[in-house]
């Protein structure tokens, strides 16, 4: 059984941060592709001696979360690499154009079949993981059909939660728990800033991917419509808990080394060559930003 709950509240049992006095949380965003900037986010806080107490996670946050959150030390870089770089993670979105369109036609809702996902979650965390397996609490987002809720997962098997919480809508088929059904995170709470403060983290670092250091202007046709509108949703509740943040809750938005040529066309989804570009990237932007935030006095 997993275990979780609705909305931002709750049973703090289960998932409060075990540091001292100033918990911290590493708050995984979604983003899909782009997440891969999460690996080299990572590794700059291990590398600066910054380990968390608490990991939350959404969608890809999620994925890469539940790896670090079993070995949050500067070892599970190298497996995170690994994971990213390696067939299975290729194989998610990767199928060929004739085989995506037969999974829509025999499913009529999604394009890809989760199981590729699911074999990579079993080869990074073992195929019976829970989170009572972790190094560190660990929470992860979804989006609940039936209840039409934002819910966390925080106990039980570990797979099937992630699963829940990355099961992008028209790619992947929503992911079915004790009899509802979930889809990803990110469609109600894609930086959970938010839940990191409830659980009681009083220091955040926010692994985002850079959606939110792009401007936004007015769409010229239907693909940046629904981009946009995503947008504004995404980072209208990102501002939202930025702004409502309680006294004394320092926050980090980690840099991810800026865009990659190529991500904002339809099919960027989908590229992972330049995979290994945006760890580098953001390794470095980051490790210069935390740098300079330990230097201060």
Do not use: C
Request: charged share 20%; no cysteine.
């Amino acid at each position: 059984m997993a275990g979780g709950q609705d909305g931002a509240g709750g049973d703090d049992s289960q998932r409060t941060p075990r540091g001292g006095q100033r918990p911290v949380a590493f708050v995984l965003g979604g983003g899909g592709i782009r997440g891969a900037v999460q690996v080299g986010m990572l590794e700059a806080l291990f590398e600066a001696g910054i380990a968390p107490d608490l990991i939350v996670g959404t969608s890809i946050g999620a994925i890469n979360g539940a790896i670090a959150a079993s070995d949050p030390s500067p070892a599970v870089v190298a497996k995170l690499v690994g994971a990213w770089t390696s067939p299975a993670a290729r194989a998610v979105y990767g199928t060929s154009f004739g085989q995506r369109l037969r999974t829509f036609a025999s499913s009529r809702t999604h394009v890809n079949s989760p199981e590729p996902l699911r074999r990579l979650l079993a080869d990074a965390l073992g195929e019976n993981a829970t989170f009572e397996g972790l190094a560190v609490p660990l929470m992860v987002g979804a989006a609940n059909i039936e209840r039409a809720a934002e819910h966390w997962f925080h106990s039980g098997p570990l797979i099937d939660a992630v699963m829940a919480s990355s099961s992008v809508p028209g790619l992947l088929p929503p992911t079915r728990v004790e009899g509802e059904h979930y889809i990803d995170g990110g469609i109600v709470n894609s930086i959970p800033i938010e839940q990191a403060v409830t659980a009681g983290a009083r220091t955040i670092y926010v692994l985002q991917v850079g959606r939110v250091e792009q401007p936004l202007s007015a769409p010229t046709g239907a693909f940046e419509t629904a981009k946009v509108a995503f947008e504004v949703a995404r980072r209208h509740r990102y501002a939202r808990d930025m702004r409502l943040l309680p006294e004394g809750v320092d926050v980090h938005v980690l840099p991810t080394g800026g865009a990659i040529e190529g991500d904002e066309k339809l099919g960027s989804y989908r590229r992972m060559g330049p995979t290994l570009q945006r760890i580098e990237q953001a390794h470095a932007a980051s490790k210069q930003y935390l740098a300079s935030f330990l230097q201060r006095p």
